[in-house]
């Protein structure tokens, strides 16, 4: 398992989120080292003579806290001392607590119940994928709500809110320590932080060995879609972020009360931008709608296109610009989804062709490195009204900011080797390594004619987006269904 987990390539988020453990003070003198790429070497076998050095820094730990050691004391030190209590998932980047808060199904049936909340409790897992704080606070809405709750549990109705959550939360505990499970499994000394780098939002999927193949790379494309678009990733990426602290609400697309995630109005497998223009949708409506938009979507990105804003990046641009006063309709937004998807994956693997014969420096031009060096924060965050959102930029001081540059490029280049590396797509490339047009790129790259090669490149890509597009045009004059799968 250990060894499997070591090809899978983690979120970048998941990669930040190491960096920020190993440097925080907390674990001052746990041992770490680094691969060949800069990586952090997170995980040790337990027995080896790192593994030994790391539990001896557990067992110090245990004493200087006053914890017996025994079996668990180690997971009970890695609770302790995490500095945030969120753990990020390598799989699916996202944050869960570490703590025993996400109820059971049988808890949620309870509460709804109970409280006559909508939780959702038909989801794969025995587990509901909200803390139960997120839940009750979403619903406690009002006082006459929260002297319901208290009541409900025979509790005493404190004005503050927090604090009557608290008090449901210890008083469920101690009901039955079974009703909650975290959102990560602990496994010290073997990672870094004690915690197993998947958060149990993907545990199960992968301890299923359910399409193994698939969930290995699983958010590798996700990394090329994101790195090589245009758009300001860290802005995006900080706005997501915000959408998983806001407590569960009614779902646009389904009804269902569930945590939100950010849709990207115009998909980034698409080739749209990585950009601050997203929609609340639950995870379910999210992962079904993936490589595809509705007419209602291209309305909204033509009404922000006459806004003044990009919404496409520079590579799929052509192809937006033939088909978006194309589409009347559903039908005609699925068709065009289709033809982008096809036509971005083209552009990728004509980015990695171009990236394995010259390397990274002509490429680089493409990259936006620049968006690195602003941290942002938000204020008024109304997931149902983003358009008041108000957005608070500070620079990063001038380490970090050399370390998430280094990062971001470092990971845009491995993303694009990734993507030639995944087998059975598919989509069809229409350039292969022996073509012509691409030598002419590289040759102009070889000579330092990067103008020349930047206009070549921009050729071929609409040559190749043409004979895509007739083609897919030809499919559906002759009614063979098109696919979004890419
Ligand atoms: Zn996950
Ligand atoms: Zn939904």
Known sequence: MIEREHEIHSHPNFEEYQEFIASHPNYE???????????????????????????????????????????????????LIHPTGLHVCQCCGEARSIFYEYPTKSTALLLNMILGTEIDSDSDSDRVECTIKDIIEGWCDTREKELKLANAFGLPAPDDRKHLVNLVYKHLVAMDSRRFSPGVMSNPPDRYDGFHSYGLCCRTKFDKGRQVENMQTYGQDRRAYEDWSDGDYNLANRLMGEFRKQPPMRCPGCGRIAKMSADHIGPISLGFCHSKNF?????????????????????????IEADGQQVISWHSKYIWDTLKYTIKDDRDAKFASSVMAKCHQNVLNILALIYRKTGPEFLSIYLHPEFSLIDYRFD????????????????????????NQERYQRIAFESLDDFLKKKNRKTQFLIDENSAELDEIVECVNACKYDLADKRLKCLIEKVCDSILVKCNLDRANEIEFDTDI
Not at 46 to 75: F, M, N, T, V
Not at 281 to 303: A, E, H, I
């Open 29 to 79: 003198g746990l041992y770490y080292d680094r691969n060949k790429s800069g990586r952090i070497n997170w995980v040790v076998a337990g027995k080896s003579p790192k593994g030994h050095i790391r539990q001896r820094w557990w067992d110090d730990k245990c004493r200087e806290l006053g914890i017996p050691l025994r079996k668990g004391c180690y997971a009970h030190v890695a609770r």
């Open 279 to 303: 929609a609340p949708m639950c995870g379910r409506c999210n992962s079904s709608k993936n490589n595809r938009f509705t007419k209602s979507d291209v309305d909204k990105l033509l009404r």
């Open 380 to 403: 008024n965050v109304d997931l149902m009204n983003l358009d008041k959102l108000e957005i608070i930029a500070t620079p990063i001081d001038s380490k970090n900011k050399r370390n």
